[in-house]
């Protein structure tokens, strides 16, 4: 059974999965596969959001999630302004609504925001005119990276029904693992969470997941090993002896991986702390879908954009 | 001078354990007379009928905010937010800058409190000097000049050993140590209720165990000195117990409740959207932890009420809520939060609901007041039990807007306050 596509999202913000109903997600999952296509084309852009103006507020370093929303942004045509906490006014000690409310003054359409703090995109969606979009809230949110990594399941799979995907590391600080939650449970797959016990947040599997310790009880006959980082600038305090111990306990190596479905797909949100949270014989191997996750970002923007500037389900044409 | 007769109100005044329709006369600030069908032409009379008359409220847990905060509130408009929510008396935190640490910052307090302040006023002098948590400050010279309390409050005193002899030292004095309960290792830096909302919120969590394992050790203390504990905005069902154990054992412990406490859980931090209006400490908690502070107010387990009314400016709050400071004011919107969840909806005894805002606080803080008993000041709480309306920040006296509860209609406002015998605010 597969969910039927909503017809359009409802609200003009995208802050979260935990908003979103099934057939929303369907509906910026079946558009982001008809985005996919134009990046093939000789001409790799389309006239969509032509005229507007989008604002990428990033306050907490990013490259890829920057630059993907960058690519996305001008392949639909818009016009995208890049602004980043170092060298601006938030090092003068300008609030984030001050901010925020000047770059509303210059009449952009969309805010995509990055910011440290959980709930910073909720404040300036009860602001704002434009339509913000969340590209990761601190430990909290980051939809667009749950929507990516469901289509790369969804294209190698065809469907995230009946899944059974493992994320494994650090649960606590992670926004990829609570977006990934949310947003495959809503799906139909069957999610499994594995990390130290020390850093497995309370009533974490209220998100919809299966809770382990051991990272091989969580792996065990899986469709997809899903990695996370090791956050190792959140740890307030040591929640671990030390990262040695770690990469023994919770590292996904070529032995383990042999726990899985033989054809277990390898996904990883980067950046990689390579030979800490994953040995590189597994995250470069035949399995490995890390760079298709890359790939399928910026189709998942791209349908998210569109669809909030108010793009329905038909194709997009130029 | 002035009399004031308050004529056919519903008279609960549980230290007479009255419960009637009677007359109150006030003559030279001092109640004069309770009775049937008083009449005195020389008085100016004030028609209570439908209304509840009770001896003044008391706020044990307020931050006045001055010296040295004066951006967020001063004595004058903190006591006339008090006097507005129907509270005739207030006991301040030290947590002021300079720290009320010493007799010089508490006489000032009473200084600027008698030039202007509408209801009495109270200083809680601090346990240690600068709350740094390191060495006793001058309790005794703190008392001499007007302290009822002392505590280090917005900050646990962490040392076991400094509260050991804090509690020891009160005993000279027979004053209560009021206590902040937070054992900073656990609380970290989390900014509200550990669980599964903070997990889904992504927001870090202070645990229930943050609190409890320092309720438990300040028990254990109390036992070890005799003396006086008073634990504050107390918020979790380990806590409770912990108090409840105390008291079967008859040490001299008690506790106080906040409204905000009694009225969200920890879902309002979600379903505000991260509104910072919702982020004090301690969090609101867990449901599982609000049932249980409901039920040890119904059954006496604690004590009192009182509403850590906490004022920040506007721009301190409007900013990420891992940024913004903990606290909300409280004084405005006490009673009716109050009167409507304990009395309407779990149906409180009125007698037993003004006891914890009035008698109680009066008796455990050795405060004047908490009783209408003829010769005593004329501090009266008249409140209108059927009166319904929105909390309008708007209209704060206060001069913080920083509450939760703005948009909500309540039942149970106060509509007029006296002290002294002195109206010092009326309901327009």
Same mark, same amino acid.
């Given at each position: 059974m597969s969910v039927k596509p909503a017809r359009a999202l409802k609200s003009r913000h995208l802050l979260g999965i935990d908003p979103l109903t099934p057939g929303e997600i369907q509906l910026i999952l079946d558009t982001a596969e008809q985005m996919r296509e134009i990046a093939k084309r000789p001409i790799k852009k389309v006239p969509a959001l032509r005229g507007k103006t989008v604002v990428n507020l990033f306050l907490e370093p990013s490259t890829r999630t920057r630059f993907s929303f960058e690519v996305a942004e001008k392949r639909l045509s818009a016009d995208t302004l890049n602004f980043s906490a170092s060298g601006s006014s938030v090092e003068k000690g300008e609030t &984030?609504?001050?901010? +925020?409310?000047?770059? =509303?003054?210059? =009449?952009?359409? !969309?805010?995509?925001?990055?910011?440290?703090?959980?709930? $910073?995109?909720?404040?300036?969606?009860?602001?704002?005119?434009?339509?913000?979009?969340?590209?990761?809230?601190?430990?909290?949110?980051?939809?667009?990276?749950?929507?990516?990594?469901?289509?790369?399941?969804?294209?190698?799979?065809?469907?995230?029904?009946?899944?059974?995907?493992?994320?494994?590391?650090?649960?606590?600080?992670?926004?990829?693992?609570?977006?990934?939650?949310?947003?495959?449970?809503?799906?139909?797959?069957?999610?499994?969470?594995?990390?130290?016990?020390?850093?497995?947040?309370?009533?974490?599997e209220k998100l919809g997941c299966q809770v382990f310790y051991r990272m091989e009880d969580a792996i065990r006959d899986a469709d997809v090993v899903m990695m996370l980082r090791i956050q190792l600038e959140r740890?307030?305090?040591?929640?671990?002896?030390?990262?040695?111990?770690?990469?023994?306990? !919770?590292?996904?190596?070529?032995?383990r991986l042999k726990l899985a479905k033989k054809d277990c797909l390898v996904m990883h949100p980067g950046p990689m702390n390579r030979g800490v949270e994953i040995d590189s014989r597994v995250a470069d191997g035949p399995q490995s879908v890390i760079l298709e996750q890359v790939t399928n970002g910026v189709a998942v923007r791209m349908a998210v954009l569109y669809l909030l500037a108010g793009g329905r389900g038909e194709p997009v044409t130029d | 001078?002035?009399?004031?007769?308050?004529?056919?109100?519903?008279?609960?005044?549980?230290?007479?354990?009255?419960?009637?329709?009677?007359?109150?006369?006030?003559?030279? *600030?001092?109640?004069?007379?309770?009775?049937?069908?008083?009449?005195?032409?020389?008085?100016?009379?004030?028609?209570?009928?439908? &209304?509840?008359?009770?001896?003044? !409220?008391?706020?044990?847990?307020?931050?006045?905010? =001055?010296?040295?905060?004066?951006?967020?509130?001063?004595?004058?408009s903190?006591?006339?937010?008090? %006097? %507005?929510? *129907? !509270?005739?008396?207030?006991?301040?935190?030290?947590?002021?800058?300079?720290?009320?640490?010493?007799?010089?910052?508490t006489e000032f307090i009473l200084a600027r409190a008698r030039h202007a302040a509408a209801a009495r006023v109270y200083p809680v002098g601090a346990i240690s000097k600068g709350l740094a948590g390191e060495e006793l400050a001058e309790i005794g010279e703190m008392v001499r000049a007007g302290a009822v309390a002392f505590s280090d409050d917005g900050k646990p005193v962490v040392s076991s050993y400094l509260m050991r002899r804090a509690l020891e030292y009160s005993l000279l004095f027979d004053v209560p140590i009021v206590d902040h309960c937070e054992e900073p290792t656990l609380a970290g830096r989390g900014v509200m209720h550990e669980g599964a909302v903070a997990t889904r919120l992504g927001l870090r969590g202070i645990p229930a165990a943050a609190e409890e394992v320092m309720v438990w050790r300040d028990v254990v203390l109390a036992e070890l000195t005799g003396a006086r504990l008073h634990v504050a905005h107390l918020s979790t069902a380990g806590s409770l117990a912990a108090v409840r154990q105390a008291k079967a054992k008859g040490l001299r412990v008690s506790c106080e409740v906040t409204p905000h406490h &009694? +009225?969200?859980?920890?879902?309002?931090?979600?379903?505000?959207?991260?509104?910072?209006?919702?982020?004090?400490?301690?969090?609101?908690?867990? %449901?599982?932890?609000? @049932? $249980?502070?409901? @039920? *040890?107010?119904l059954d006496?387990?604690?004590?009192?009420?009182?509403?850590?009314?906490?004022?920040?400016?506007?721009?301190?709050?409007?900013? @990420?809520?891992?940024?913004?400071?903990?606290?909300?004011?409280?004084?405005?919107?006490a009673l009716p939060v109050t009167f409507d969840l304990l009395v309407v909806k779990h149906r409180m005894p009125l007698s037993r609901f003004v006891a914890c805002w009035s008698t109680n606080p009066a008796r455990l803080f050795r405060l004047p007041g908490g009783t209408l008993k003829v010769g005593s000041p004329a501090d009266i709480t008249v409140f209108n039990p059927e009166l319904r309306a929105v909390v309008n920040p708007e209209k704060f006296f206060s001069l913080s807007r920083n509450t939760p509860f703005a948009g909500k209609r309540l039942r149970g406002w106060p509509v007029m306050t006296v002290v002294g015998g002195k109206v010092v605010y009326r309901r327009a």
């Open positions: &984030l609504i001050d901010t +925020a409310r000047n770059l =509303e003054a210059m =009449e952009p359409d !969309f805010i995509v925001i990055r910011h440290p703090h959980p709930g $910073a995109p909720h404040m300036l969606a009860k602001v704002l005119k434009a339509s913000v979009i969340n590209a990761g809230d601190g430990t909290h949110e980051h939809p667009t990276q749950a929507l990516l990594d469901a289509l790369t399941i969804r294209l190698r799979r065809g469907s995230l029904e009946g899944q059974v995907v493992a994320i494994v590391g650090d649960l606590q600080h992670s926004r990829v693992v609570r977006s990934n939650v949310l947003l495959l449970s809503r799906m139909g797959a069957q999610v499994r969470v594995a990390g130290p016990p020390s850093l497995v947040p309370l009533g974490m740890q307030e305090r040591m929640n671990f002896p030390t990262v040695r111990e770690y990469y023994d306990l !919770f590292a996904l190596t070529p032995e | 001078m002035s009399r004031l007769l308050i004529k056919n109100g519903r008279v609960v005044d549980p230290s007479q354990k009255l419960d009637e329709g009677l007359d109150v006369l006030v003559v030279e *600030g001092k109640i004069a007379r309770l009775a049937e069908r008083i009449t005195d032409k020389d008085a100016e009379v004030v028609d209570a009928t439908g &209304l509840v008359v009770a001896p003044g !409220f008391i706020d044990v847990h307020v931050h006045l905010r =001055e010296p040295g905060y004066e951006y967020k509130e001063t004595i004058a903190g006591t006339r937010a008090a %006097a %507005a929510g *129907g !509270f005739t008396a207030v006991c301040c935190m030290p947590n002021t800058n300079p720290v009320n640490d010493n007799p010089a910052v &009694l +009225a969200f859980t920890d879902q309002a931090v979600a379903e505000s959207n991260y509104d910072t209006n919702t982020k004090m400490n301690p969090p609101l908690r867990a %449901a599982e932890h609000v @049932e $249980a502070l409901v @039920e *040890g107010v006496g387990t604690v004590d009192c009420l009182a509403t850590d009314h906490a004022p920040h400016h506007g721009d301190e709050k409007n900013v @990420e809520f891992d940024k913004a400071p903990f606290g909300i004011v409280g004084l405005e919107t």
